[in-house]
């Protein structure tokens, strides 16, 4: 028994000092523990408060309300809308499917859409917002609104969408916007591109001045949970709204070109004055309907315009070649001037000319006799400039029509200009590797051949004409915000004024008895216009087709010539030019001359009966004066 | 004083009363002050609400109380009697856990009682201490010096590990293995025999790896390097140590924990409830913490030693190990010390079945106070 408890003893002892050894062990770890705390909490704390503020604090771009466009007298051409669209919260709802049954009874959705929903339910958050449907109608709305009680998870938020009230009426200045493209992506650094539906201006004017139009993010500091649910919000800076621009464009003569044009099937019409530049109306017909592009257009719709063979989404005005045919004449004419050719020598004109072997025609088949400069110009006589350009040489002309703005981009405030081309001998040695031929000079000094030139090449050119040789420049954008940009002095292109006003005269020729465009002169005295009409060919006519007396209305459209007009009003001191141009519209002065006085006359009274009401304000603040003068001009308000 | 005759024992037939008496109320006081930090816990983790979690908590904690000095009341021989059956059902238990146990949080630990989740595993912590102190009660050092009485010991200790590990509760296991080895050390097992089968487990590391699952085999690699995976398992142990740093000295002030109440702390009611304590109230609330679990490991270290019978004092100090392992494997986990391993802190995570078999340890702890100058033979019941 004694030997049992010395037993017991030693196991105590054993155990008593183990248990020690334990005791010390625990120890160790609990101050491992400690030491663990003291290198987190307090060596690393502010490491870690730093990357708890990062976990907490989301910053959210606000989009910035874009700016509005415009016209001179502050016409809205581009606005915002509220838009309102139909969203689903899920995790409200506790039957995704049977609350879209119920919508579909208020709304119309396809069964794409409900399979783009349901994708979204599936890969969103169950408390981000799923879009139904956007762009809803006041209908629609109301419609939603009364029935929430049966829609769990549906609501309206309201968001903003560009507007056109103009629609196809000045689509091809404004362009329109849509969504960023992985490309702009990339390339920009904005940090709003990023945005869900954020849209930027891709042609025109919104693309033009995208960056003052679009704004600067607001930023919105979030407090959100570890699943990103937004807690409450810490901080809010709501950026800066995009600025305005205001263009040269007068909405009223714009919709007039416009619907001027929807004539023809296809056409284009620039008016712009003459001392500042500023456009007035830029009309390429047929157009389409930005409003469309900016909600995101139909695949269908987007093939339609493409296929169409008018090309509506292309702006005629600044991306449109054609040969500029007769309405080149003035500077053939004002070469021959400067040569030191004398206006009053006279040249015979038996209806063909026959230069190197080959036979060039007047389009006149008779011909016109016996004509001088001032004859040359009012009739369009093509001998008398065949036999002016043979003397003189092209490089003369092209040097010329260089100076007048010909050749080369005017740089006009839209994308997409092109260059057209003023041929000579250099020239062609670069393109073609070939030399000059004598014969290629006949065809530039009537506006064919290798010529080309875009509508705004020629306005500006009637305009630098008609403002007695300044090079003056278009240009669209009257003010961005209160910057104004406008310029009046333009720097003189040197060609002696009276050599000017002797083509000038020879233009007002045109519209007086005895010219091509008598018939479409206008009659409102003070408000004359001269100008100069084309009728250039598409397509070679061959010997057999002049010899059959083929009838050009007789042509397939596509082979018929085109119609050109440039003009300019007053005659006595100008203030408008322009350029008209209708695709295988055939006649220049037929066809095209009638809408250059139409647009001319318009701006005219337009401009009248404003500075009449300005006198009748003066006298009589109160009296409102109604706008009577323009007889062609619908009623006013949105025309959309 | 030694006293021969086993049947004159003055304790062997106290009294209620008496009993009541000798209950260590200091540390009843003791567990009742930690688990009032825990109620607080978890009032903050709901974002300053009693439900869903403190409520049921503080409920479960009185049942728990109550039961706790039921366990201290009960003679501690008949604890020593019932040692192997108790240790039998709760094998029986792991077994059925086994076979039809309920599928949760990607293992199969549960048997759903209706009203709480009964984890056999945590019942085996408690009743492989109870049988490995019944077992050693009579061993001299000369038996443990023995292989061959060793074996049955180990035998007892295996066949639990291995059905845990089969669940797969990798913690759990662990924390058998380490309390049996506890047990092994204070009995007198030579260290040689330690250093063996440690070598021999270290040497069987890379076939225990090849039988590892992938998400146990995930959590390694992820203690290891815990950035490599910032929102996938790393995440819980990033966000974690965020949380935890971000309370710095002083701590966020109680409810203001910003990463625990956006949720960016995962299971922070459960697993993860000391790093919001940490968070809310600094290193020097978190200190208080470990102070007071520190004092509670300390009354059982002085229970076991103040115990007249060995296996009362197997039984204190298994415990005591058996809370430290809680503890320790817990706070080292949050802090990204050792690898995730589902291991709740006593007292303080909301949780049933682990809550409960804590309370019936510290009823254990309690009884072996009360019964601290019991008379047993190395048989152990013959004096009952």
Known sequence: ?640 | MINLDMGLDPQSNMSLGEKLGQISWSLVLLITAVACIGFAMLYSAANGNFDPWATRQIMRFAVGLVLMLVVALIDIRLWLKFSYFLYGIAFFLLIVVEIMGHVGMGAQRWIDLGFMQLQPSELMKVTLVMALARYFHGASLEDTGRITFLIPALVMIVAPVCLVLLQPNLGTSLMLLMVSGAIFWLVGVRLWKFALVIGSVLAAIPVIWHFMHDYQKNRVNTFLNPENDPLGHGYHIMQSKIALGSGGMFGKGFLMGSQSHLNFLPEKQTDFIFTMLAEEMGMVGALVFLAMYALLLVYGYVIAMRCRHQYGRLVAMGLTVNLFLYMFINIAMVMGLIPVVGVPLPLISYGGSSALTVMIGFGLLLCVHVHRDVRMSRRGMSDF
């Open chain 1, 1 to 640: 028994m004694f030997n049992a408890i010395d037993r017991d003893a030693e196991r105590q002892r054993v155990m008593n000092r183990r248990t020690l050894v334990l005791g010390g062990l625990k120890a160790g770890a609990l101050s491992a523990l400690v030491a663990r705390l003291y290198y987190l909490q307090i060596l690393e704390g502010d490491h870690y408060t730093t990357l708890a503020e990062d976990n907490r604090i989301s910053l959210r771009l606000l989009a910035p309300s874009r700016g509005i466009i415009v016209d001179r007298s502050g016409v809205p051409l581009a606005v915002n809308e509220q838009n309102f669209r139909a969203v689903l919260v899920s995790e409200r709802t506790d039957d995704v499917d049977e609350t879209l049954d119920k919508v579909v009874k208020l709304l119309p959705l396809t069964d794409a859409d409900r399979r783009r929903i349901l994708r979204d339910v599936d890969r969103l958050r169950s408390f981000a917002p799923v879009t139904l449907r956007e762009n809803l109608t006041w209908d629609q709305v109301s419609a939603i609104e009364v029935n929430l009680p049966d829609l769990p998870g549906v609501s309206i938020e309201v968001g903003q969408v560009r507007s056109y009230p103009f629609g196809e009426q000045a689509a091809h200045i404004l362009g329109y916007v849509g969504v960023v493209s992985e490309q702009e992506l990339q390339n920009a650094r904005d940090p709003l591109l990023s945005l869900p539906g954020f849209r930027i201006g891709k042609s025109g004017i919104e693309r033009k001045h995208d960056l003052a139009l679009r704004g600067t993010a607001g930023t919105s500091q979030l407090e959100v949970n570890a699943v990103g649910r937004v807690v409450r919000e810490l901080a809010r800076n709501d950026g800066q709204p995009g600025h305005q621009v205001t263009l040269t464009i007068d909405a009223k003569l714009q919709y007039y070109a416009q619907q001027r044009l929807a004539e023809h099937e296809s056409a284009a019409a620039v008016v712009l004055d003459v001392q500042t530049g500023g456009i007035l109306a830029l009309a390429s017909h047929p157009s389409f309907d930005p409003n469309q592009f900016a909600m995101g257009i139909p695949q269908d719709l987007y093939d339609s315009l493409i296929k169409n063979e008018a090309s509506p989404l292309t702006n005629k005005v600044v991306a449109g070649h054609y040969a500029p045919g007769s309405t080149f004449k003035p500077m053939t004419a004002l070469a021959g001037l400067e040569a030191g050719v004398d206006p009053t020598h006279r040249v015979f004109c038996p209806g063909h000319y026959d230069f190197g072997g080959h036979t060039f025609h007047c389009y006149k088949k008779g011909g016109h006799g016996s004509v001088d400069m001032h004859d040359a110009i009012r009739m369009s006589c093509d001998v008398y400039f065949y036999d002016l350009a043979r003397r003189i040489g092209v490089d003369r002309i092209a040097d010329m029509a260089r100076r007048f703005g010909l050749g080369d981009r005017t740089d006009l405030d839209l994308p997409g200009e092109k260059t057209g081309i003023i041929p000579d001998t250099k020239w062609k040695r670069r393109t073609y590797k070939e030399n000059w031929y004598d014969g290629e000079t006949l065809s530039v000094a009537i506006g064919q051949g290798y010529v080309t030139a875009t509508p705004i090449q020629l306005a500006v050119m009637c305009a630098r004409l008609a403002s007695g040789g300044k090079a003056v420049k278009p240009h669209l954008t009257k003010a961005v915000e209160q910057e104004y940009t406008e310029q009046t002095a333009w720097p003189d292109i040197g060609v002696k004024p009276e050599f000017i006003q002797r083509v000038l005269a020879g233009m007002a020729g045109v519209t007086s008895a005895g010219g091509t465009a008598y018939a479409a002169r206008i009659t409102q005295p003070g408000m004359e216009m001269g100008g100069k009409s084309g009728t250039a060919q598409v397509k070679r006519i061959t010997m057999a087709e002049r010899n059959a007396g083929l009838l050009k209305a007789e042509r397939p459209w596509k082979d018929r010539d085109n119609a050109l007009f440039i003009a300019f009003a007053p005659v006595q001191a100008p203030r408008y030019a322009c350029a008209i141009i209708v695709e295988h519209g055939v006649g220049g002065s037929s066809v095209a001359a009638p809408i250059a006085r139409d647009l001319l006359l318009e701006i005219q009274l337009m401009e009248a009966a404003r500075a009449q009401q300005a006198d009748a304000g003066a006298t009589a603040p109160s009296a409102p004066t109604q706008v009577t003068a323009a007889p062609a001009m619908p009623g006013e308000g949105t025309p959309r």
